[in-house]
Nanobody, 114 residues
Framework: QVQLVESGGGLVQAGGSLRLSCAASGSIFSGNIMGWYRRDQRELVATMTDGGNVNYANSVKGRFTISRDNAKNTVYLQMNSLKPEDAAVYYC???????????WGQGTQVTVSS
């Protein structure tokens, strides 16, 4: 079992910034990927393996940056130059690359006013 606790959502004006955090706890082993999704978990935003490989949606490249602190089992999403279309509930995801583990956080709301 893996538990994910997200924080950092909120209301921001277009052009502003927010930083999301997601702390994982429980049965965490090497060989995993953590990241962020939105739109009812259907749209990948950014992911990062514990080895440092990253993947971004084209719509956020150059504006969002994903990072990880493996010692703290925490993933971050720095969101800059936010647009109204970025508004969504953002979900943290933890997925093992070695077994069937696939867990979701409860979601954190990001609202961008124009």
């Amino acid at each position: 079992q893996v538990q994910l606790v997200e924080s950092g959502g909120g209301l921001v004006q277009a052009g502003g910034s927010l930083r999301l955090s997601c702390a994982a706890s429980g049965s965490i082993f090497s060989g995993n990927i953590m990241g962020w999704y939105r739109r009812d978990q259907r749209e990948l935003v950014a992911t990062m393996t514990d080895g440092g490989n990253v993947n971004y949606a084209n719509s956020v490249k150059g504006r969002f940056t994903i990072s990880r602190d493996n010692a703290k089992n925490t993933v971050y999403l720095q969101m800059n130059s936010l647009k109204p279309e970025d508004a969504a509930v953002y979900y943290c995801n933890f997925k093992s690359l070695l077994n069937s583990y696939n867990y979701w956080g409860q979601g954190t709301q990001v609202t961008v006013s124009s």
